[in-house]
């Protein structure tokens, strides 16, 4: 029973090393990834309780990585659970993107860079946050991860579990759904 | 179109890991090169870092709820969470000493007695920042003006510590405060990036401390050493290595005054 108490208060000490200096961020992933602040707050709440339970195996390596791994797949089973959302697969997007958006308008968009340039720095942040909001949520988490939180590549594949060549994929069309909302919303 | 052809969306991809200095620097510039030959690739990076700098600027922090983190403290019965939405000035100051107690402990236990200065040096700057992050100001002065803050510090210490403006670096001021290290008074600086903060003590520095940068964790927070003269500089956040480690470079290159 003594053993018992002991590792709970180890767990405890633990968790405030590892997981509490990066409460900040998992919110902010939390609150991009439902959209929500109410929901957010219970995606970070299921987190912390699969990480405070979990906390035995983490490894000491990226405190960061491993939390934001733990409440990025919280925050999407939490979506599957709660959004009757038409999922669609990273696979068919990239495969339509592919399909129809490299040829035309790319080629009308190389010749004058300067003006969608322009739009994007004249965006305000209403505008940016609804064309972030608006990415399906594979590119969402990349961009955000990259642009917002400042993780580096290979963080990043850590925590969505994919490969550097994807995160450097998605990276580019995130950024570049991204730009054609902007430079269309005028 | 036919760019297309001697752009395979390889070279694209490319200039996104350039942009967001992920590449080494052989293939950075052997990049260089393609870009200043191919507009299409220019108008990638053009498109890519306008996006990325209006992201950094624009596009508002999302802050922790107080009610979250005290939630998440309750559901894991952390000391520190009251069931109070308000704990008074007591109870804080007590939970602070609470976590400096542990603190120590577990950093006598952790680094035995053989450790050397620098990490005890780092932890205790650790546990500053930290203590600093649970206080209602994570600063005494608060201004992003460095002629406030340099001399806020004359007549409390010895001597005033450097103040670099790195406010077109991203990394604005947002005040300054006095840690005690070793039992000595040290001015420590506090930067923002984003959301996150930036402290930089100055310690005067031993005959035995090395010269080059050290990098270390420490309790999830990421610690930056360097030596400048008879001073050594920590900086530590919680910001990721590669970033603390930009802030690092910029403050070291920022020119004094």
Redesign the interface.
């Known amino acids: 029973m003594d053993g018992d108490r002991v590792s709970?208060e180890e767990d405890?000490?633990r968790?405030?090393?590892?997981?509490?200096?990066?409460?900040?961020?998992a919110?902010?992933l939390a609150?991009?990834l439902t959209g929500d602040?109410a929901d957010?707050?219970d995606v970070?709440?299921e987190a912390?309780?699969r990480a405070?339970r979990a906390i035995g195996s983490y490894g000491g390596r990226n405190?960061?990585s491993w939390t934001l791994t733990i409440v990025r797949n919280t925050a999407l089973s939490w979506l599957a659970k709660h959004r009757r959302r038409t999922v669609v697969a990273v696979d068919d997007l990239e495969a339509v993107e592919r399909a129809q958006a490299?040829?035309g308008r790319?080629?009308a968009?190389?010749?004058a860079?300067?003006p969608?340039?322009e739009l994007?720095?004249k965006?305000?942040?209403a505008r940016?946050?609804s064309a972030?909001a608006a990415l399906p949520v594979p590119f969402r988490e990349t961009l955000v991860l990259?642009?917002?939180q400042?993780?580096?590549?290979r963080?990043i594949a850590e925590v969505t579990e994919v490969p550097i060549g994807t995160v450097?994929?998605r990276?580019?069309r995130a950024?570049?759904r991204?730009?054609e909302r902007i430079g269309n919303e005028e | 179109?036919t760019?297309?052809d001697n752009n395979p969306?390889d070279e694209?991809?490319?200039?996104?890991?350039l942009v967001?200095g992920?590449l080494d620097p052989a293939s950075a510039l052997r990049l260089e090169r393609q870009i200043a030959a191919d507009?299409?690739l220019?108008?990638e990076r053009?498109?890519?870092e306008?996006?990325?700098?209006?992201?950094?600027e624009?596009?508002?922090?999302?802050?922790?709820?107080a009610?979250?983190?005290m939630?998440?403290e309750r559901?894991?019965?952390?000391?520190a969470a009251r069931a109070t939405a308000r704990p008074s000035w007591a109870a804080l100051a007590a939970s602070i000493a609470v976590a400096l107690l542990?603190g120590s402990g577990?950093t006598y236990l952790a680094l035995g007695p053989q450790a050397g200065s620098g990490d005890r040096i780092a932890t205790q700057i650790a546990d500053d920042h930290?203590r600093a992050l649970m206080a209602a100001q994570p600063f005494e002065v608060a201004s992003s003006d460095r002629h406030t803050v340099k001399p806020w510090f004359n007549g409390k210490i010895p001597q005033a510590p450097r103040v670099v403006d790195l406010a077109a670096q991203g990394f604005p001021l947002a005040g300054g405060r006095i840690d005690v290290i070793g039992g000595e008074a040290v001015p420590a600086l506090v930067y923002r990036?984003?959301?996150?903060l930036i402290s930089v003590s100055a310690v005067p520095a031993g005959a035995a401390d090395a010269a080059q940068i050290s990098r270390r964790?420490v309790?999830?927070?990421n610690v930056v050493g360097w030596r400048d003269g008879n001073t050594s500089y920590w900086a530590v956040s919680?910001?990721?290595a590669?970033?603390l480690e930009g802030f690092v470079q910029a403050f070291r290159t920022a020119p004094a005054e």
């Open positions: 709970i405890r000490r968790f405030a090393d590892v997981v509490m200096p990066h409460l900040g961020d919110y902010a609150h991009w602040a957010a707050d970070v709440q912390s309780l405070f405190a960061r490299l040829p790319e080629g968009a190389l010749n860079p300067t969608e340039t994007i720095a965006a305000d942040a940016l946050e972030i990259r642009d917002l400042g993780l580096d590549y963080e450097m994929s990276l580019a950024r570049r991204l730009a | 179109m760019t297309n969306p694209r991809l490319l200039v996104h890991a967001d992920e507009p299409a220019a108008a053009a498109r890519a306008a996006l990325r700098r209006a992201l950094r624009k596009v508002g922090p999302k802050p922790l709820p009610h979250v983190r939630r998440v559901t894991v019965g952390l000391g542990l577990a930290l990036h984003r959301q996150h964790t309790r999830g927070y919680d910001l990721g590669g970033e």
